[in-house]
């Protein structure tokens, strides 16, 4: 069965620290790993995308990891910000039918505190 | 350039009635997908239509759900006879044609639909 994990499901962080949430899939055939970012009652907003072949991107202050042998990735966050308050998505594309259906999983809630 | 355009963002219905959920996508863009999300839980694909065809509503329920996407104005999700337990956020999001398998969707903020 296809499937994404994450962990943590939540985190509390001081604002300026890094932090870094957790990814863990079992979806085939694997076509692509993205990071989304929801603030509450918004739509997800689009990160990162990562193919078989990208071990890293880098979008600002946010940087993803891939390892698609372990299948796992990772979300890193470095020097928060308030702003950065938000659920963080890990989206799995299984690429069958030549077209992207995403499987998401349910997400690392982040709250940055002054 | 105005994105994915969700209206209503709040809908209240009681049970057995219809509910019509409409979806702009992005200028330029002819894909649209349809997503659920529970609460406390992650979004869950529902449908994927191109202008005038669905190509994929492996993640609709068989009854009283329908989608479509005409070829003028918006796609549109129809749920008939609602129950308590459609209440959830809807969310849509589109791409443009010709894409290419690694091209992000685009989201719109969503419809809550509570039913009473």
């Known amino acids: 069965k296809n499937q994404v994990e994450q962990s943590p499901q939540s985190l509390i962080i001081l604002e300026g620290k890094n932090c870094t949430l957790q990814c863990n899939y079992t979806v085939s055939p694997f076509s692509n790993l993205r990071w989304y970012k929801q603030d509450t009652g918004r739509g997800p907003v689009s990160l990162t995308i990562m193919t078989f072949s990208e071990n890293t991107k880098s979008n600002g202050r946010y940087t993803a990891t891939l390892d698609a042998d372990t299948k796992q990735s990772s979300l890193h966050i470095t020097a928060s910000q308030l702003s950065d308050s938000a659920s963080y998505i890990c989206v799995v594309s299984d690429g069958a039918g030549g077209y992207n259906k995403l499987i998401f999983g349910a997400g690392t809630r982040l709250a940055v505190h002054p | 350039n105005a994105g994915v355009m969700q209206n209503p963002r709040h809908l209240v219905r009681r049970r057995g009635q219809e509910a019509r959920l409409r979806c702009s996508p992005m200028k330029g863009h002819s894909h649209v997908y349809w997503y659920r999300q529970l609460p406390e839980e992650g979004l869950k694909f529902m449908v994927y239509?191109?202008?005038?065809?669905?190509?994929?509503e492996s993640g609709m329920p068989k009854e009283r759900f329908s989608a479509e996407f005409p070829k003028e104005g918006p796609s549109i999700l129809r749920i008939q006879q609602v129950v308590r337990g459609d209440s959830a956020a809807y969310f849509c999001?589109?791409?443009?044609?010709?894409?290419?398998?690694?091209?992000?969707?685009?989201f719109g903020d969503g419809t809550r639909l509570s039913i009473l």
């Open positions: 999001a589109s791409s443009p044609p010709g894409q290419g398998i690694n091209q992000p969707q685009h």
């Open positions: 239509l191109q202008k005038e065809n669905i190509i994929d």
